[in-house]
């Protein structure tokens, strides 16, 4: 099979495998998967299929990796199953699949979620959305979500910081990312210890990977990076997103009010020490930086790069000297 399938290919191996799983050769289409905007490195397509059980016969997600991705599809579908039985509206999955003949990249197959994305409603009320979803999604049950990835065979390393923070070393470590090294060196001895009360922390909490409907949030989308961790970890990464990419990505937004009043309607909610807070905000910053320097479509961005590198030298006082092809 070819890396990138064509749209026919797609359509005709995707209803060849559900039949198969099904055990239905009747099985059709109400609706042809057609192409979802949307991710940086995946494909997703919307279909609706004919013939089978009502609960897969509403709309549906297809969401395919590229090549060598099958840890990311196992771990990503585990996680959407086990936040969305604990309360969160993240979308169930009903078929993962790893065998890369069949679409030419693991996948997800799970229930599309109703409601427009978060950033499509009136600034004035983003907000205070914003800040109560993630209070909500800090709020929910640790101790179940854990128990389920545990059944799910998955490891705990792999959504605890300390498994990040052995990417970031690797990553860093590597020849060409010397001028990261220095930053590297101030994250490793600053970071804080855990806290008593650790939360499931999204890792990319941001309007764009919320749906709205009705005024309220109806689905939480793109579980890459979750971890269970210190709260702080997660509003660092949101402030991020918010303070430091998105006024370069979509400058035509004011993101910089929207986030602050985010967080300043959380810190009333729920205090979080912002000494913590702003250490994951450079974990964050040194981690984009690393993932630009790598190719990121949207952390490569030379404005974002340059945005990053001041933001961490604001927490940290080091300065880190970008690469001349990022600036």
């Known amino acids: 099979m070819k890396d990138n399938q064509s749209l026919t290919e797609i359509n005709e ?4 495998y ?6 239905n050769q009747q099985l059709t289409y109400m ?3 057609t192409p979802v905007k949307g991710g940086f490195d995946t494909r997703i397509f919307r279909f609706q299929l004919k013939g089978a059980s009502s609960e897969l016969s509403r709309p549906l997600i297809l969401r395919l990796f590229g090549k060598s991705s099958q840890n990311r599809a196992i771990f990503e579908s585990a996680v959407q199953n086990a936040v969305a039985s604990s ?9 993962t699949c790893t065998d890369e003949s069949v679409l030419g990249g693991s996948f997800m197959i799970m229930e599309l979620m109703p409601g427009q994305i978060m950033a499509n409603m009136p600034v004035n009320i983003i907000s205070e959305m914003l800040a109560k979803a993630h209070l909500h999604l800090h709020s929910i049950d640790v101790e179940s979500v854990r128990n389920a990835l545990e059944v799910a065979g998955i490891r705990q390393d792999r959504y605890s910081v300390e498994g990040r923070l052995g990417w970031l070393v690797e990553g860093i470590e590597a020849p060409g990312f010397e001028w990261l090294q220095s930053g590297l060196r101030w994250i490793v001895k600053n970071r804080p210890e855990d806290p008593d009360r650790l939360v499931v922390c999204h890792g990319d909490f941001h309007p764009f990977n919320i749906l709205t409907k009705d005024s309220e949030v109806s689905g939480v989308l793109d579980w890459s990076g979750f971890l269970i961790s210190d709260p702080a970890y997660d509003i660092g990464i949101t402030q991020v997103l918010g303070n430091v990419a998105a006024p370069s990505l979509f400058p ?8 602050n009043r985010y967080y300043d309607y959380y810190q009333r909610e729920c205090p979080i020490d912002p000494v913590r807070v702003e250490y994951y905000e450079a974990f964050r910053c040194l981690w984009a930086l690393l993932e630009g320097a790598e190719g990121h479509a949207a952390w490569g961005h030379p404005e974002t ?4 590198s001041e933001h961490f030298e604001k927490i940290t006082s080091v300065r880190l000297a970008l690469p001349k092809a990022s600036m």
């Open 87 to 95: 309360g969160c509206p993240a979308p169930q999955v009903f078929f």
């Open 31 to 33: 609706s042809l998967p």
């Open 18 to 23: 559900l039949g198969s799983e099904l055990d």
């Open 13 to 16: 191996n995707l209803l060849s």
């Open 305 to 308: 790069m340059r945005r990053l």
């Open 252 to 259: 035509e937004i004011n993101w910089i009010q929207i986030f």
